[in-house]
């Protein structure tokens, strides 16, 4: 099935959602630049986890680690204390484990990285997460990485300055920043509104080789068909926060409506 939707699909921002299409997202933007990249180049998908703390959203980095721990045994004159259970044992400090996806694309002889293809998460416009984002962005921003950056959520914080002063008019935000010789960093920025479909992106390599395409449509459409999402999907019920305009709401009742579905 065909999404609904010509561009982002509101109903994909729920929380029960996301996490599957951010993981689809990314393998599809590997997948299709992995089809036109000269074999000078690879792109895959680097996964970073943290740990968000409900209600205070401290974000804190999960490292991969083991440990084996060893107790001395007892000797059997060893005086045992009993032990008191209580009657009822709740987590104090409720945590959520997220992951954040980067699309990266290498040079295949050495693996340095050209281009960071950020795909933003929840975590990366709120609170610590936010922070943490915006430090590694302009890490990349004054490194020679190119970067691109998809904002397929229209709640919280845009991280970046150039699209958040003055703010932009748009449900969704993707951009692309080249590295320059003259250090001069100048986003190209894509405004989305929910009515549209999303762009096509230019994907910047090295000098002089020519952008790869992008053509995020086609990577909508091939996760809807590999992810049956249309089977999930309430449209009946009111998209996720933040509310919509006035204008977004009404079109978006006419367009269910065309399609059978009403909110």
Known sequence: MEPLFPGMDPYLESTTYWASFHH???EEVMTLLNTCLSPKYFADVEV??????????????????????????QSPTAVVTPVISAPL????????????????????????????????SP???RGRGLEQYRHKRERLLLSP??????????????????????????AYVCLVNRARPDHLRVSEIWPVALTEPLPTLPIPLLSPDPDVLLDLTTALRHIYARA?????????ADPPPPALSADD???????????????
């Open 48 to 73: 970073r986890a943290s740990l968000d703390e409900v209600g205070i959203m401290v974000a804190i980095e999960v490292y991969p680690d083991a440990a084996v721990l060893a107790c001395e045994p």
């Open 123 to 125: 975590d990366s416009k």
């Open 228 to 236: 049956r999402y249309e089977r999930r999907m309430n449209y009946r």
């Open 249 to 263: 709401a009404a079109w978006l009742d006419a367009h269910l409506r065309e399609r059978g579905l009403w909110t």
């Open 24 to 26: 689809h997202l990314a």
């Open 145 to 170: 990485c190119h970067l691109v950056e998809l904002d397929l959520l229209r709640r919280g914080q845009r991280p970046g300055w150039e699209v958040e002063d003055p703010p932009l008019d748009a």
């Open 89 to 120: 044992q709740r987590l104090a400090l409720p945590t959520e484990r997220t992951r954040s996806r980067t699309v990266q694309i290498r040079l295949t002889s050495d693996s340095t990285l050209v281009t960071a293809i950020e795909i933003l």
